[in-house]
C-alpha cells in the first residue's frame, strides 16, 4: 500500500474505534449500576403505635359483704315465709312471720337491702337466735372479683383504676380496683387484688371472671408479630438496605392485636421484611415489593 493511503487511513480507523467504545460504555455503566437480583420479599416500613399496657387478673367473684339474718330470741317457728334466694330486698322489708310458744306473731325484716344469697326457712321449721341463719344477704347487691397478680404488675395497679370484666354467665361488665394486697404469697410470689364489680345484672357468688385493667399507655416504633425472629443470638428483624438483607438485633416492649413495639434497635422509616425467615441471610440481595394498606 502506497505511504500516502496509509496516511490517510489511520485517522479513519481512530475515529471508528473512539466512536465503538463511545457506543459500548453506556452498556458497560449500566451492567454496573443494575442492582443485584434477588428473591421478591414483601417489606414494610417501621412506625410509631400506642399500646396500652394491661395487667390482667384471673379469679372468682364473691359477696363484698353477707349479713346472716336471725330472729332476736330462742323457740320461734317460721309461719310464713315472704322471701326466696336470688329475690332483691330493701331495707326493712319483712322477710318471713315467726310465732313464739305463747303466741301471736314475730316478723323478721332485713337489716340492708341486697339480694337474698341463700335461706333455710321453711314453714313449720324452728328459729332462734343462736341456730342457722334463716337469711343471707348480699349487702347493696356488691360483688368482688378477688385474683391473684405477679409482684411485678401489683406495682402498676392503684385503687380506683377502671377495669373491664368478662364473667362467665353474665358477659362483660365495668368495675374498679378496690383493693390491694399489701403482703404476697411467699412460695407462689403472686399477690391478692379486689376487683368491684359494677352491674345490674345477676352475678353468680363463686363463678369465674377475668379482668384487663389498663394501667398506662406507650408510644413507639412498632413492626408485626411476624416480623420478628426468636433465636439463640436473640431476638431480630430483618431489614432491607440497598436492595440487601441486613439482620437487626432489637428489644422489644408490648404487643396488641399482632403489633409488637420495639423500643431499641429500629427508627422509624426502616424498611422490614414483612415475614422474617431463616432462609434470608445478612447480606442476601433481594428485590423489596412494598405491602399493600389492607395487608394482603
Do not use: H, W
Request: glycine share 10%.
Amino acid at each position: 500500500m502506497p505511504a500516502f493511503a496509509a496516511r490517510d487511513l489511520a485517522p479513519k480507523l481512530t475515529a471508528l474505534i473512539t466512536a465503538g467504545l463511545l457506543c459500548l460504555s453506556p452498556a458497560l455503566a449500566a451492567e454496573e449500576e443494575t442492582p443485584p437480583k434477588g428473591a421478591a420479599v414483601t417489606v414494610l416500613k417501621a412506625a410509631k403505635s400506642c399500646f396500652a399496657n394491661i395487667v390482667e387478673v384471673s379469679g372468682t367473684i364473691i359477696a363484698r359483704e353477707e349479713t346472716q339474718v336471725r330472729p332476736e330470741r330462742m323457740g320461734l317457728k317460721v309461719a310464713e315465709v315472704m322471701v326466696d334466694a336470688g329475690d332483691s330486698v330493701t331495707a326493712g322489708q319483712v322477710l318471713a312471720r315467726l310465732t313464739p310458744p305463747e303466741g301471736g306473731q314475730i316478723t323478721v325484716q332485713a337489716p340492708v337491702g341486697g339480694v337474698i344469697s341463700a335461706t333455710t326457712a321453711s314453714v313449720g321449721a324452728m328459729a332462734s337466735a343462736k341456730g342457722e341463719a334463716l337469711f343471707s344477704i348480699i349487702a347493696r347487691g356488691e360483688f368482688d372479683l378477688v385474683g391473684m397478680v405477679p409482684t411485678r404488675d401489683i406495682a402498676k395497679l392503684q385503687v380506683n383504676q377502671t377495669a373491664r370484666i368478662k364473667v362467665i354467665g353474665a358477659g362483660e361488665v365495668d368495675g374498679k380496683v378496690r383493693r390491694l394486697s399489701t403482703t404476697v404469697e411467699p412460695n407462689s410470689q403472686l399477690a391478692q387484688v379486689f376487683l368491684g364489680v359494677t352491674t345490674n345484672r345477676r352475678l353468680l357468688v363463686n363463678s369465674s371472671g377475668r379482668a384487663q385493667i389498663k394501667t398506662g399507655q406507650s408510644c413507639g416504633v412498632s413492626v408485626p408479630l411476624t416480623a420478628i425472629l426468636y433465636g439463640s443470638a436473640g431476638t431480630v428483624v430483618q431489614v432491607v438496605r440497598r436492595a440487601r438483607v441486613e439482620t437487626r438485633r432489637v428489644e422489644t416492649g408490648l404487643m396488641s392485636a399482632g403489633q409488637v413495639e420495639i423500643t431499641s434497635g429500629l427508627t422509624e422509616g426502616d424498611i422490614v421484611v414483612a415475614r422474617a425467615g431463616a432462609l434470608l441471610r445478612e447480606g442476601d440481595p433481594v428485590r423489596a415489593v412494598t405491602a399493600s394498606a389492607d395487608g394482603k
